[in-house]
């Protein structure tokens, strides 16, 4: 669901309506039993937060990236991401997909011309973990120490197959 999200994103240039099939059941974002409580599966979370967040222009972000040789694509990057602002306010959200099974990979975010600090880094990552209506909360976003920008770039890690929400504000 991130990825698909992200792809949406970096085409939001010809992308003019795009929508989830279920929103309940067995495929949906929620998940019901007759007579108990709903649940969240994992896709909710990124459909939820980029839903929140990705507010305004999309941008398109450089990417460099390791990448990963695939027999039917090629090589691939192994980070995918997409990036949002709000001219309003200035503040920016990015997603970010790190594709490796096995590696963490460290990213260097960087907003040109502008004095953003980094405000809130949520990620999701796991093997395979899923809700249930005995756990509903085991696969949900957690938060990640945020570090302090150095001259102007901020590094963050992306765990291996995970998911990642990247807030920042204007400074000031």
Known sequence: MGALLIS??????????????????????????????????????PFALTARYARGTSLRPTIVSPVHDTAKYG????????ATTDLETGAVAVFCVNRSASETLVVDLS????GV?????????????????????????????????QDGTTTVELPAASWSMIRLEPVG
């Open 117 to 149: 600090r980094l405000v809130e880094h949520l990620v999701m990552s796991g093997d395979r973990v899923a809700n249930t209506q005995q756990s509903p909360d085991a696969a949900t976003p957690r938060s990640v120490a945020v570090p302090q920008a």
């Open 111 to 114: 907003v040109a011309g502008r």
């Open 8 to 45: 949406l994103l970096r085409h939001a240039d010809r992308v003019g309506v795009a929508n989830q099939a279920q929103l309940v059941n067995v495929i949906g974002a929620i998940r019901a039993e007759p007579g108990t409580p709903a649940w969240r599966q994992t896709i909710f979370h």
């Open 75 to 82: 090589e691939v990057t192994v980070l995918d991401a997409a």
